[in-house]
């Protein structure tokens, strides 16, 4: 059979997906077989309310957990690959609150998140475009612990880069940050998915952040779909503004 490079560049083709997956704390179900298709290329975003069971998909994404159902990353089947394994093969995540190592330099945590992506592959040429990106070029040699949150946010962001991934997860990355710094956060998200050309998914609070920046929004409650689709639509479906808007437009997001 045939294919031209025309029609591999055209057209949907799923990156990431999960299919039926389902992780149960005891007796608590925090993912109630949950299905769902990121497309290569696009920014695709999560929400729902507090303990909706968004960090946990992308704990069982990052293989921190064994769970019911498949995930396929990049045309094979990932279920229950180790942690730096799924790394390697190039899902990179960034958590809630930003961690980075505060006594090693904006330049060795990158450094870190490169060795992390590629043992053995070193590539200070890498990490030095990463800190290019980052703009941090002054600052490479200070400590990350000198560095203020959106800093912080960014070098989090920047080591997960560091590892090469196809696709980077950001977990709440709007959490604290003021009017200005969410502006300035969204352009560098836009530019990681533009410039780089690396694949992202996006859990956030501030429903105006993903419906400007995303393609594609899952809506979840208590583990489950309630609505999946392109923001416009999925941000005006009744079950979606009752069971989550109506609560974040309450509390002036
Ligand atoms: P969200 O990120 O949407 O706020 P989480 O995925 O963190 O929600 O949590 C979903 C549910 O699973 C919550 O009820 C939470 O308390 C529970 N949970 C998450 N991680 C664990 C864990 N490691 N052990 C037990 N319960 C957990
Ligand atoms: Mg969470």
Redesign the pocket.
Known sequence: MMTSSADADHGAHPILTASHITKK?GE?V?VNDLSFTVERGQIFGIA?P???????VYNLITGFYPFEGRIDFDGRDITGLQPHRICQLGIARTFQIPQTFPSLTVEKSLSVGNRFGAPGRFDPAYVDEIIRFLDMQAIRRQPTGQLNLLGKKKLMMGAALATRPKILMLDEPMAGSNTSEIKDLMAFIRRINEDMGVTIIIIEHFMKVLTELTETLLIIETGSEICCGDPVTVTSDPRVIESYLGDAYADGN
């Open positions: 704390f608590l925090a729902g507090n303990g909706a069971g968004k960090s946990t």
